[in-house]
């Protein structure tokens, strides 16, 4: 059994609490810390089978019977607390990003050099059941050398301009998520991102500096050419597909509904619209993202993504932000560089 501590309970903090407590058999939360702690979310914690709140995330790293340490809490904590907690002893899940800023990210890296502690970055759409079965099918040679991958990814209603500010800016947020998935798909990492992009939904959003439309191109490493569409706003809800295509054939995926029913009548033929958001797609995938860590740390074994899988989409993330200001390709080795 693996004594959890998470820092961190707002949204996603709150997530990995249900889902360890109600999914997760080889390991228990003991302490979850928040520096805005209140007696609704520590009344809430305790129903979850939480034995302890607290306001100091400092109490989880210096206490003996917690061996891991979910780090749920703002993004500009990421770095700083990773590598406290790897001084700590402490395995480490990181929600994605590390941090915006590589030199932070590469102090974590510096920090895990000699140690035996386990790092695991979340990115959780890599652990939901469609996306798995189409890099199953590229990874077994299925569909023959990679040519083309496709991705769309769209939220069904746009963030507040507050957060926007605070967020990194939608390639850093919202697409690095598919950056991400564009590696797993593949199989190896993007040489190159050249971004077209626009405010189209909300103009509190490019007030704010950010873009809330946008397509991306990247050229990988194995020759194949990738492409990303996103949206801030997808009115028929969380639009999350993905198609790649090969010499042999291609593996695509869908939407997940609420049912495959479809209805036909005089008034037309209609479907389920997608599921809402996040939460309700990708639930099970939070869970099996836990439990891969949680076997890597009993089991001995690397995680399923590590401290570099964290890095490389941020790279991505920083190249896009530069082609579309400087209206050019950008090489991830300039940002590298």
Not at 41 to 50: E, I
Not at 88 to 94: Q, S, T
Not at 310 to 320: E, Y
Request: charged residues 25%; aromatic residues 6%; contains cysteine.
């Amino acid at each position: 059994m693996v004594t959890v501590g998470i820092i961190g309970a707002g949204r996603i903090g709150k997530v990995h609490v249900e889902s360890i407590c109600t999914q997760v058999a080889d390991a228990k939360v003991k302490t979850l810390a928040d520096p805005f702690m209140n007696d609704a979310t520590a009344a809430w914690a305790k129903d979850m089978g939480v034995q302890n709140v607290t306001k100091d995330y400092k109490e989880i790293l210096a206490d003996p019977e917690i061996d891991a340490v979910l780090i749920c809490s703002s993004t500009d904590t990421h770095s700083p607390i990773s590598v406290e907690a790897i001084k700590a002893g402490k395995h480490v899940f990181c929600e994605k990003p590390i941090d915006h800023d590589v030199e932070k990210i590469q102090e974590v890296i510096d920090a895990l050099k000699g140690s035996k502690v386990k790092y695991q970055v979340g990115f959780n759409r890599r652990f939901d059941h469609n996306f798995e079965a189409v890099q199953r099918a590229v990874a077994e040679g299925t569909i023959g050398d990679t040519h083309l991958i496709k991705i769309t990814s769209r939220d069904p209603e746009p963030p507040s301009a507050e957060y926007v500010k605070v967020s990194g800016g939608m390639f850093l947020d919202m697409t690095i998520h598919d950056f991400d998935m564009v590696r797993f798909l593949a199989g190896c990492d993007a040489e190159e991102v050249y971004v077209e992009a626009a405010v189209l939904v909300d103009p509190a959003i490019g007030e704010a500096g950010d873009v809330d439309t946008a397509v991306i191109t990247l050229k990988m490493e194995n020759g194949a050419i990738a492409v990303i569409d996103n949206s801030r706003k997808a009115v028929y809800g969380y639009d999350q597909r993905a198609e790649v295509f090969g010499s042999k054939g291609m593996a695509a995926t869908g939407n997940d509904t609420a049912s495959a029913a479809v209805i036909s009548n005089e008034n037309g033929v209609t479907g389920e619209k997608p599921l809402h958001f996040f939460l309700e797609r990708y639930m099970a995938a939070y869970a099996k993202e836990i439990k891969c860590f949680i076997d890597a740390i009993e089991k001995d074994t690397d995680t399923p993504l590590g401290v570099m899988d964290g890095l490389k989409p941020v790279l991505m993330g920083l190249a896009a932000k530069k082609s579309y200001e400087e209206h050019r390709p950008v090489k991830i080795s300039e940002i590298q560089a």
